[in-house]
């Protein structure tokens, strides 16, 4: 990867080197070959996560919304190493923003994926172990968190995210709300996330999100929630 990502956007500089890293039991969060960001593969197809997500809004999302960002990304490293040759890092700084929106949109994308499966595999239901554990110290109950994630996403003004995050400095979860494509960074390692921008539900649910938002949770994979809540 290339090392003009960790100079001109420090957010992004912990996220994405640790996500772009294999991990054994999922996908890799981000893909990067020969230090151009790439676009994942889905671990199923366009049409299984229906009837709470349909197929044309997965193949829209996944082909062409993640797609741009991953184009975006790639031009915003390339102008910015330019930059860096011809020794105008004003011109680099001046480009972080988009390596942000861009770098983000890569990354939180590339995590949203691997939190759906088919509600006939994976999908839905509850987390066990550990991680509902945690939950249950931290929200009261799975029922309290999913009420309370909800919340956080209608609350959302304009386009963003919604997240169960790991605070690894208190130890504990929280629910964390990001606007556009601004990623978890810092001491919070997302979990789980909720794309709540209008591509991601309109299609299927028109101006209906709430819809939406109690939806997906048939579609939730805590398999890879937990392995993500488990390693950090």
Known sequence: MSSTLFRA???????????AAPRVGAMAS??????????????????????YISGRIMELHHSKHHQTYVNGLNSALEAIAEAEAKKDFAKAASLAPLLNFHGGGHLNHSLFWENLAPASREGGGEPDGALKKAIET???????????????????QGSGW???AKDKTAGNLQIVTRANQDPVT???????????????????????????????????????????????
């Open 138 to 156: 931290d929200f009261g109950s799975f029922s309290s968190f999913r009420s309370q994630l909800n919340a956080a996403l209608a609350g959302i």
């Open 9 to 19: 956007a420090p957010a992004l500089r912990g996220a994405l080197r640790a996500s």
């Open 162 to 164: 919604a997240w169960l």
């Open 186 to 232: 810092g001491s919070l390692v997302p979990l789980l996330g909720i794309d709540a921008w209008e591509h991601a539900y309109y299609l299927q649910y028109e101006n209906r999100k709430a819809e939406y938002f109690d939806a997906i949770w048939n579609v939730v994979n805590w398999k890879t929630v937990a392995k993500r809540f488990e390693s950090s």
């Open 30 to 51: 981000t893909s990067f070959v020969r230090n151009k960001a790439t676009l994942p593969d889905l671990p199923y197809d366009y049409g299984a996560l229906e009837p």
